[in-house]
């Protein structure tokens, strides 16, 4: 096992559009920790070189990535790059999504730990190893290339969310708070099961209502998200709505005074089967937001049980409808290219994409990628044909449709290469 002499001064922790609500509740488990308070903590944006430069005139500089499956190419280019300009006055460590779904091969990219599963306790612990000169290798979820096996999730200790903040408030990095984590579903395209579990946990109302609380009196919050993979599921098991559960949380939460709720909508979403009139009638008492972001994912009833679902295409017309009868603007989530989509499917889902239109619904337009930690992560990426390039184009012109399609065909592919 290896202990190097490390003497850790500074943690810069490399901020990402596309990892940065990781970042704020990592750093927020990590600023209230009175072990770490003599590290000096960083987050920038840009090229972290010249901060590098700076803390290892003090000692040892720890930079830590929360790495996602589609943002792997970027990284690897700045681990090469760290390891040439500084060598091992950097230790470089890796959470994050790709981090527990393929460990071995950030390791192989260059980075010296590499956080297995939940981060807020791992990663502390991993710091506070590092701050008294340890090899954090002993702490549970944390490998290295020392490291004869490598842990599944699932076999790690599962976090209480109201233990840790939901962002870094006394940095100013914040972000939407998680009210829960881990989904009893198993979308094959979707990674979560894998990552959060299948036991859902909340946030309590109290910690979520303690947490805005302090966000309004300290840094001025004028309006808070939520993170949930399905925010419907609140204070239940995950698999049914608890009506007075939901209305607890909108109900404290909207008491804070001076905040604007946005719930149910980006960057937290609703299953379709769970939208009801009497559930949206109570959310237009405690929401901001007009839109409600709703996962229907195919307009084929066979694309939909292929992939999981646990939903018909039916089920989530009617969360539509009821959605506009309540004042929301839906806004739909619709995958192309999933696999087992024959060209009849794809013609169901763009039907059901002009119905949408002219129901003046929105559309979140995506292509299949075979994400690590999935059940389809073996699968060919989605491909649009020409036809249906030019069609999803269309709508993108006439604004009913958003989405990246075309730059997740080419992410998916990388992701297909690097299996
Ligand atoms: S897509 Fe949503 S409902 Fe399905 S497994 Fe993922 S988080 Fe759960």
């Known amino acids: ?33 009175s072990r770490l308070q003599s590290l000096n903590i960083h987050a920038p944006i840009d ?12 000692g040892n500089v720890v930079v830590a990535h929360s790495v996602m499956s589609t943002q792997t190419n970027r990284i690897t280019h700045e681990v090469r790059h760290i390891k040439k300009e500084f060598d091992n006055r950097v230790i470089l460590v890796a959470g994050g999504p790709h ?39 002993s702490v549970p979820g944390v490998v290295s290339k020392d490291s004869d096996t490598f842990p599944l999730p699932k076999s790690l200790p599962r976090i209480t969310l109201d233990d840790y903040p939901p962002f870094a408030l006394g ?23 894998f990552l959060t579990g299948g ?3 909340h946030r309590s109302v109290d910690s979520v209502v303690h947490w805005l609380r302090k966000a309004v009196n300290e840094r001025g919050f004028r309006r808070t998200w939520f993170l949930s993979p399905n925010a419907l599921c609140y204070g239940g098991r ?25 719930f149910g909508s980006f960057p937290s979403e609703v299953r379709p089967e769970f939208v009801t009139s009497e559930i949206l009638e109570m959310f237009r008492q405690y929401v901001s937001n007009r839109t409600l972001q709703i996962g229907l994912q195919s307009g084929s009833d066979s694309v939909l049980e292929n992939a999981n679902r646990h939903h018909t295409v ?14 929301f603007i839906p806004h739909v ?22 119905d949408l239109a002219s129901m003046k619904a929105n559309i979140h337009g995506h292509v299949f990628m075979p994400l690590p930690g999935s059940e389809w992560e073996s699968m060919p990426a989605g491909q649009l044909s020409d036809r249906t390039r030019q069609i999803l184009g269309e709508f993108s012109r006439k604004k009913i449709m958003t989405g990246s399609w075309s730059h997740q065909e080419s992410l998916g592919k990388n992701l297909e290469g690097n299996q």
């Open 1 to 33: 096992m290896r202990v190097r002499s490390l003497g850790v001064h500074s943690l810069i922790f490399r901020a990402h559009t596309s990892s940065r609500y990781s970042v704020a509740a990592l750093l927020g488990s990590v600023e209230v920790d």
């Open 47 to 58: 090229s972290p070189d010249s901060l590098i430069r700076q803390g290892i005139g003090h």
């Open 99 to 137: 981090a527990s779904a393929r460990p071995s091969e950030l390791i192989e990219m260059g980075f010296d730990y590499v956080v297995i599963g939940e981060g807020e306790s791992s990663f502390r612990e991993l710091l506070y190893q590092l701050l008294n000169d340890s090899d954090p290798i």
């Open 171 to 193: 940095m100013n990095i914040v972000g939407p708070i998680e009210v829960t984590r881990g989904c009893p579903y198993g979308c094959k395209f979707c990674a979560t099961p």
């Open 199 to 201: 036991v859902v946990r």
């Open 238 to 262: 995950g698999r049914r709505v608890v009506m007075d559960q939901l209305t607890l949380l909108l109900k404290e939460t909207k008491s804070v005074e001076g905040l604007d709720l946005f």
């Open 314 to 327: 039916q089920e989530g017309l009617d969360a539509i409808d009821i959605a506009i009868d309540t004042g």
């Open 333 to 354: 989530d619709m995958i192309f290219g999933l696999p087992g989509e024959t060209e009849k499917d794809v013609e169901a889902s763009l039907q059901i994409c002009e």
